[in-house]
């Protein structure tokens, strides 16, 4: 049977990789192609690396940059930013990305989703929900790295990009970025059920536990990480860690 | 010389490397006097059914392919949709396949389920082989391989099963047909596992 991936969410910021706390005070970790190798040593399940500037600076993805990164993982790898163009998506598989990553030009333009799966398959294109908590406790879905709200019911809208054809959803708590206190189940179980896509869980993650939780309450298939895979101790220091696959087996009860 | 068969559907890259990571020489090309030449033949494969064999038939590559497989009897690798398209017919599409398998393809169903396992199958998972020689030779039952999927492989002929995985019941992971060898995982995101695969299939 399968067992749920634990995923490294890795953030691009021009050439280097950073790590932020509800979406802002970045904090610079290192070179990506260092990073990523390290990750690839301990035989990550799966990568995701998400180039936060791309839409706020209204470009595509940084190419030169991401075949570098790229070429050296023999993991599947998916990316987001700035994807905007059928152009830009097969020139990332061509490289060697295993998945895209739609999100900011989707919200706006969600029959992009639908000419992406078409052309590459459902298994290959990923849509990523970046949500808030509004101020009565529901959820609000954002875009454009949570600067700007959008209409409707999240749950509404998940269920919506998996008909559109997106073959996997990443469910990305801004309030629980960075936090490292948990994730927010409750939103991933709202998500999770009612759609039959595999939900990713995104956001909050602080101990391995995190992790069964989201699969067992949370009903996600997979789960990824930022914080507790590249911060160790009170200070946070730079550190790339990632749990042993044994752990992670007994852990998933595999 | 191993030839990736480039149809601009599929992984060509990260096959290159992890072959070239094994030791073997390989390249990547649709130039039909370089996969005549090939001593093997790889095809990947990403995306729809019907789309792969368009663009295999716009690249006036089907006879090639057909030839390379049935006469010359290369062996050929076909990587997850690769596969597929080894296969008769697919639910993903209204076209035919080389049919050089007795097999069809199906999408994954679990609708009748209480809670429904969820489609495509992703993820790592283990899978079973049939044969310890061969592609999946020194590869031990706790062996891991990355899937990405919505459709899966079902056989008409059990002796052309070379492996299984289990997602809520048991399914075609790998088909041997002669020189004809399919895969329904991605060796190439498959970290050591993937690599032996390559490297057996290499030096066959």
Redesign the interface.
């Known amino acids: 049977?399968?067992?749920?991936?634990v995923i490294p969410c890795l953030l691009l910021r021009g050439r280097g990789l950073v790590k932020t706390t509800q979406y802002s005070k970045p904090v610079y970790l290192g070179d990506p192609m260092n990073i990523v190798k390290l990750f690839n040593d301990k035989?990550v399940?799966?990568l995701v690396l998400l180039d936060i500037d791309a839409t706020r600076e209204q470009r595509g993805p940084n190419f030169e940059v991401l075949a570098e990164i790229?070429?050296?993982?023999?993991?599947?790898f998916a990316y987001g930013g700035g994807i905007r163009t059928l152009a830009d998506v097969?020139k990332l598989?061509?490289?060697?990305i295993?998945?895209v990553i739609l999100n900011s030009y989707a919200m706006e333009n969600p029959d992009f989703i639908r000419v992406v799966a078409?052309?590459?398959?459902?298994?290959?294109v990923v849509v990523c929900l970046e949500i808030k908590r509004n101020f009565f406790g529901g959820w609000q879905l954002t875009t454009c790295g949570a600067r700007r709200g959008v209409e409707g019911d999240v749950v509404e809208w998940a269920h919506k990009f998996q008909e559109l054809g997106a073959?996997?959803l990443l469910i990305s708590s801004i309030d629980r970025d960075g936090m490292m206190k948990g994730y927010d189940l409750d939103l991933l179980c709202k998500v999770s059920s009612a759609v039959?896509?595999?939900v990713v869980a995104c956001g909050g993650a602080g101990s391995i536990d995190d992790f069964r939780r989201a699969v067992e309450e949370g009903g996600a298939?997979?789960v990824a990480a930022g914080s507790l895979f590249v911060f160790q101790g009170p200070h946070r220091a730079v550190l790339i860690t990632f749990p042993e696959r044994a752990t992670l087996e007994k852990l998933f009860n595999a | 010389m191993i030839v990736i068969l480039d149809y601009g559907m599929g992984n060509v890259g990260s096959i290159l490397n992890m072959l070239r990571k094994a030791g073997s020489e390989a390249v990547v090309s649709s130039t039909p006097s370089v996969i005549k030449g090939a001593t093997k033949l790889i095809l990947p494969g990403v995306g729809a059914f019907d789309i792969a064999m368009s663009r295999l038939r716009e690249r006036g590559l089907v006879h090639l392919l057909n030839e390379r497989a049935l006469e010359d009897r290369i062996p050929l690798l076909g990587i997850c949709l690769g596969a597929q398209l080894f296969c008769r017919t697919s639910e993903e599409g209204v076209g035919e396949g080389f049919g050089w398998v007795d097999a069809d393809v199906r999408r994954f169903r679990f609708a009748n389920e209480d809670r429904p396992l969820k489609v495509p199958h992703m993820g790592w998972n283990r899978v079973h082989p049939r044969s310890s020689e061969g592609l999946f030779a020194g590869l031990t039952e706790s062996s891991r391989f990355y899937f990405s999927h919505s459709y899966h492989v079902v056989c008409h002929e059990e002796s052309d099963v070379l492996g299984t995985f289990e997602y809520g019941g048991q399914f075609v992971a790998a088909v041997q047909k002669g020189n004809i060898l399919g895969v329904q995982f991605h060796p190439e995101k498959s970290h050591l596992y993937g690599l032996r695969i390559l490297a057996n299939f290499a030096e066959l």
């Open positions: 049977m399968l067992i749920p991936r035989e399940d799966e790229v070429s050296e993982s023999f993991m599947p097969k598989f061509a490289m060697g295993e998945k078409e052309q590459v398959g459902s298994q290959s073959g996997e039959s896509v595999p298939a997979a």
